[in-house]
């Protein structure tokens, strides 16, 4: 049976791209994160708007307010004690002036806020121009450093045409401060609400995924066997998948039987003909005779042989099935003890409990061939191990059973020469040759691996890995 890897609940971070619920949520993130920046982007602008046609609403307001409360006395001298209602013109160097200055021949003086601790530069009507209300607005920079805001106007104060220039001036720089710390504000509340937002479609995402996750599961019991087919309710959209795998199930089910039927009805057609040849040819006798039933003999051992891969190729990749080791070790190793008490034999097994992704009477066979393989050259002991292997992150589960004997051994080159079927060293052992090759070829069904080694006691070391059930 080919390996396969560990079903985990919690998929690896190179299968993260992979993950359907990782594209969503990367997806629905991104998203999210686009609409938020469009969104500030948008409010602040809006908002930038709206201040800024507030405060040159305001500076436009202060500045009638200033033209209505100065005058002319017939002198010429400027007069008026303007009061614009905000008391930032009061405090120095604010940054909110106010200032009123002849415009015209015959008037004289000039007026100022109280704020107003340094005279401000305007530019020239050529660098900015009045328009066709005789007013302008520009920008200049404030007694402190400040950026000014500035609304100037000339307007005639009386009948002979005496004219005045009225400029009123606001910090710019508290409008963008005013701004910017409203920026900031929105931005914590937009990231708080997109955190929340995206943490609620992260959750909403998986748990609408959750069905695939019990399909899963629900397939790792039946690749495990501790099931035979999905059982459960599923959502309309997946029920449909959820069918069509238990109807495959059971599909591998029929094959697996009746793959079973026709090996069996194979190996019954072929039994009584082939035991006719062989006593035929033992009763033949001479020569010929010696000749028809060794090759009868050695059809029967061929096709005892290509039975039992046939068996287990049946049901390979289908439903698993689950043997547990210790017990059927533990029973071997008793038996054998009672056919060999001339040799001791000793059991280690894991204090965890190991099961065999594969059939009872399979894992019999390829302890039974290597176990009697062992009692048959030791000289006095034999040592069976089982542990279980741990494999690498992602890999199958495995385990090792390793059987050892003080025997004569086998020589390193002639390792792969005895797993060859009928082949056999010593022809004065009985035996047919067929059982170390049989045990290669059910180890390679099954997926796992096959060593035969220089054992510590003297002799071979056997050992075999397979794969274990979770």
């Known amino acids: ?102 415009a015209s021949e015959g008037v004289h003086g000039d007026l100022h806020s109280s704020s107003m601790t340094k005279a401000i530069p305007s530019p020239s009507v050529a660098e900015v121009p009045f328009n066709a209300s005789f007013q302008r607005s520009y920008s200049a920079d404030g007694i402190e450093g400040e950026q000014l805001e500035v609304f100037e106007s000339e307007f005639v104060l009386d009948a002979k045409n005496r004219a005045a220039r009225f400029r009123v001036m606001g910090n710019q720089t ?50 495990e066997g501790t099931a035979q087919r999905l059982d459960g309710r599923f959502p309309a959209e997946i029920e449909p998948l959820a069918n069509e795998t238990n109807a495959l199930i059971e599909n591998n089910r029929r094959i697996v039987e009746r793959s079973r039927t026709q090996v069996g009805n194979l190996a019954h057609s072929l039994k009584t003909p082939l035991a006719v040849l062989l006593n035929e040819g033992r009763a033949l006798g001479g020569a010929k005779g010696k000749l028809i039933a060794e090759q009868a003999a050695s059809m029967q051992k061929q096709v005892d042989h290509y039975l039992q891969r046939a068996r287990v190729a049946a049901q390979r990749d289908s439903v698993v099935y689950r043997t547990p080791v210790a017990p059927l070790v533990q029973r071997m190793v008793r038996v054998l003890q009672k056919l060999n008490p001339q040799t001791a034999l000793s059991l280690s097994l894991p204090a965890t409990d190991i099961v065999f992704a594969g059939e009872r009477e399979d894992l019999e066979e ?73 045990v290669a070829d059910l180890v390679n069904e099954y997926g796992g691996v096959l060593a035969l080694e220089r054992s510590v006691m003297g002799g071979l070391k056997a050992m075999v890995r397979l794969r274990s059930l979770q």
């Open 366 to 438: 390829l302890l039974g061939n290597l176990l009697d393989n062992a009692m048959k050259w030791a000289r006095s002991a034999v040592a069976v191990s089982v542990k279980p292997v741990a494999g690498k992150e992602g890999a199958a589960n495995l385990f090792e059973i390793s059987i050892e004997d003080d025997g004569p051994g086998i020589p390193d080159d002639k390792a792969r020469e005895v797993l060859q079927r009928g082949r056999r060293l010593d022809e004065t052992k009985p035996g047919s040759g067929l059982g170390l090759a049989i």
């Open 174 to 223: 508290e409008l963008e401060q005013e701004i910017a710390t409203f920026q900031r504000r929105l931005l914590t509340y937009l990231s708080l609400f997109g955190v929340g937002m995206i943490a609620i479609n992260a959750i909403a995402i998986l748990l609408g995924l959750q069905p695939l996750r019990r399909v899963r599961n629900a397939l790792a019991m039946v690749r």
């Open 1 to 102: 049976m080919p390996t396969k890897p560990a079903v985990s609940n919690t998929p690896s971070l190179r299968s993260w791209p992979r993950s359907v619920a990782f594209r969503v949520i990367a997806f629905s993130t991104v998203w999210a994160i686009l609409t938020l920046v469009v969104i500030f982007t948008l409010i602040t602008t809006l908002y930038r708007q709206a201040s800024e046609r507030g405060f040159d609403s305001l500076l436009s307001a202060h500045l009638f307010n200033l033209i209505g409360s100065v005058g002319v006395s017939e002198s010429g001298q400027l007069t008026g004690a303007p009061d614009l209602g905000d008391l930032r013109f009061s405090e120095p160097n604010s940054g909110w002036y106010w200032s009123v200055e002849p």
